[in-house]
């Protein structure tokens, strides 16, 4: 698991330098890279729907994902558990917005999930090592605006891609470029809402839609045992 603990390990050294950086930067600096990390969220979220969307062989199931997926995530009250859990962690701090954007940005990626595949059936851990940088580079930038909490991601990341990692050989046959498609539009729409409330444009709880990324793999599980 030697990619995955890089991985996981680039985010928190990216959360140190971030927090670091965040200490001696003024409000309105602060305000400024709010609104910078906002549009950058914005702007993955939108560049994933228009890659996904053109190849998508499901054109409405994304829609249906949405909102199958808000509808459990609000029964389960994901959102506020969410915020109870942090809320003697970030004391009154937009922690759990940052938090919320970087698990996603970290985790709904197609090298998140195909790496430890990759890692676990090849030995090749060129796209874990890939991801590590991006995701530092993310991760410097997420804590400079929200502060170190942002590391909690890189656990969160840790048994994502740790499960991926030890259910390799049982789920790789379930992994197609079909599904992959499906959880990028999906992921793509959930970035955009983590960054359209980081901007203040809307607030979205995007914690109670997050289980609509399972929602495409059950549904074309189900499509295929159809036949259809």
């Not at 990216?14 to 609104?35: A, H, R």
């Not at 906002?38 to 409405?60: E, F």
């Not at 962690?89 to 938090?99: C, D, E, R, T």
């Amino acid at each position: 698991m030697i990619g995955t603990i890089t991985n996981a390990g680039a985010i928190l050294v990216g959360c140190v330098i971030g927090s670091t950086l965040k200490k001696g930067i003024g409000d309105q600096y602060k305000n400024v890279m709010m609104d910078a990390m906002g549009l950058a969220a914005s702007a993955q979220g939108i560049n994933a729907i228009v890659q996904a969307m053109p190849q998508s062989q499901y054109h409405v199931l994304f829609i249906v994902s949405l909102a199958l997926g808000g509808l459990i995530g609000t029964r389960l009250s994901l959102d506020t558990a969410f915020q109870r859990a942090l809320g003697k962690i970030s004391k009154g701090s937009n922690l759990a917005q940052g938090l919320s954007t970087a698990i996603l940005l970290f985790c709904a990626g197609t090298l998140s999930i195909l790496g430890p595949m990759q890692s676990a059936l090849q030995g090749d851990h060129t796209y874990l090592f890939t991801n590590a940088v991006l995701d530092g580079i993310t991760s410097i930038v997420l804590s400079s605006t929200f502060g170190f909490g942002i590391a909690i991601a890189s656990a969160v990341l840790f048994c994502w891609q740790g499960t991926i990692y030890l259910l390799a050989g049982l789920i790789e046959p379930f992994i197609t470029d079909a599904l992959m498609t499906e959880i990028s539009l999906v992921g793509g729409v959930l970035i955009l809402a983590s960054g359209l409330g980081i901007l203040g444009i809307k607030q979205i709880k995007t914690m109670n839609l997050l289980p609509a990324l399972a929602v495409p793999a059950a549904a074309i599980a189900l499509l295929n045992a159809l036949g259809l």
